[in-house]
Every structure is written in C-alpha cells, then in structure tokens.
T-cell receptor, first 113, second 114 residues
Framework: GDSVTQMEGPVTLSEEAFLTINCTYT??????LFWYVQYPGEGLQLLLK?????DKGSNKGFEATYRKETTSFHLEKGSVQVSDSAVYFC????????????FGAGTRLAVHP | KAGVTQTPRYLIKTRGQQVTLSCSPI?????VSWYQQTPGQGLQFLFE???????NKGNFPGRFSGRQFSNSRSEMNVSTLELGDSALYLC?????????????FGPGTRLLVL
C-alpha cells in the first residue's frame, strides 16, 4: 500500500544553518505531496504542496520538489530561524480514496540561537 | 474566514465510557476527515465524510464511528473507551475532498483515558 518514509529526528541546527529533511514515498497512481508543520499544542498547518511530477512547492523560505524518478519530496530551507522549531510531516494524498492523507512519522526540528 | 474549530479541546474519561467530539469545518467546505495522532502510531486516518455520507474509512475498530450533518459539521464517537484511545484527535476540512486539495486542520481534541 501507499506509504511515506521520512528521516528520523530530532534534527538540531544553529540559527541560519541549511535544513534538509528527507522524504520518500511509495504509491500507486500519481499522488499529491504535502509538507505540514505542527507547533507545540497546535494542529497541523500546511507548509507547501505539489500536485504533479517536477512541481516545486514553496512557502516562507521552504521548498520541496516532487521527484517522480526518485519518489522523493525533500524539504529544504536555506537559513533556519529559531521560530522554525516544530515537527514537520511529509504526507501524500491516497489515490484510492477521498481526502485521506498518509503521513510520515514526523521529524522534530530544534533550532538554537 | 474562520478556521476549523474543534470542541472540546481537552477531555478526560475513564475506561468503558464513551465520548463524542465535534468539528466545524471552514465555511463552504463539505468534506471532513478525522485523524488520530499518538506518539506510537503517528497520524492515522479514521474516516471521511462528504454530504453526510461516509466515503472512506481507515483501519479502526467499530467502536470508532462518525457522522456529518447537513451543515457539514461532523462528530466522531468512541464507545467503550480503552487506555490506548488516549490521543490527539484532529479534524480536517476541504472543499470536496479531491486528492489535490489542501486539507485544513483544526487544533485538535486531546483525549486522556484513565
């Protein structure tokens, strides 16, 4: 079945460092891919998405490119801030049903001044 | 535009009891999904409703049920609570539930079963 694998955390970085969080997926069909972020005590917020191969999603300095050949959707940011500290989830929309997201395990990011 | 709202935000119940959680989607959104988030299992899909019909269901026992009303508001019910049902329950809404649509999540209801 469809699944998402993302790098285990926690990831600890200094402010202004470069961030990469790896995400790979297994899916039948052509899913849409998403990155969501969860801040402590809150629900999930959409960070960015891509709906077809080679699309690049971007938001707030974060970017991810839908790579069909490597089945990947890695999240990157050139210069992280303390306020980026959160848990990041990679997800795909399940091709076999409506409004069903399949999530990775999440990666906790801690950014220190 | 108001976001997805969930009530209550926190609940404490004992084993064997039942609980009902409520979700109000973004105005105009007709698809509502529910997810369970636990440290061990992560985020898991429970079910999805559209126009008062359940279209999709995850791999959860029959103790977990839901419904949707004509105004798109949704409730989920868990009967005969078990300790393992302690979790954050998240509701998400989108316009029609299409796979390319963004799902907007509420803040969640944190359920503790003692």
């Amino acid at each position: 079945g469809d699944s998402v694998t993302q790098m285990e955390g926690p990831v600890t970085l200094s402010e202004e460092a470069f961030l990469t969080i790896n995400c790979t997926y297994t899916a039948t069909g052509y899913p849409s891919l998403f990155w969501y972020v969860q801040y402590p005590g809150e629900g999930l917020q959409l960070l960015l998405k891509a709906t077809k191969a080679d699309d690049k999603g971007s938001n707030k300095g974060f970017e991810a490119t839908y790579r069909k050949e490597t089945t990947s959707f890695h999240l990157e940011k050139g210069s992280v801030q303390v306020s980026d500290s959160a848990v990041y989830f990679c997800a795909l929309s399940y091709s076999g049903g409506y409004n069903k997201l399949i999530f990775g395990a999440g990666t906790r990011l801690a950014v220190h001044p | 535009k108001a976001g997805v709202t969930q009530t209550p935000r926190y609940l404490i119940k004992t084993r064997g009891q039942q609980v009902t959680l409520s979700c109000s989607p973004i105005s105009g959104h007709r698809s509502v999904s529910w997810y369970q988030q636990t440290p061990g299992q992560g985020l898991q899909f429970l079910f999805e409703y559209f126009s008062e019909t359940q279209r999709n269901k995850g791999n959860f026992p029959g103790r977990f049920s839901g419904r949707q009303f004509s105004n798109s508001r949704s409730e989920m019910n868990v009967s005969t609570l078990e300790l393992g049902d302690s979790a954050l329950y998240l509701c998400a809404s989108s316009l029609t539930g299409g796979p390319q649509e963004t799902q907007y999540f509420g803040p969640g209801t944190r359920l503790l079963v003692l």
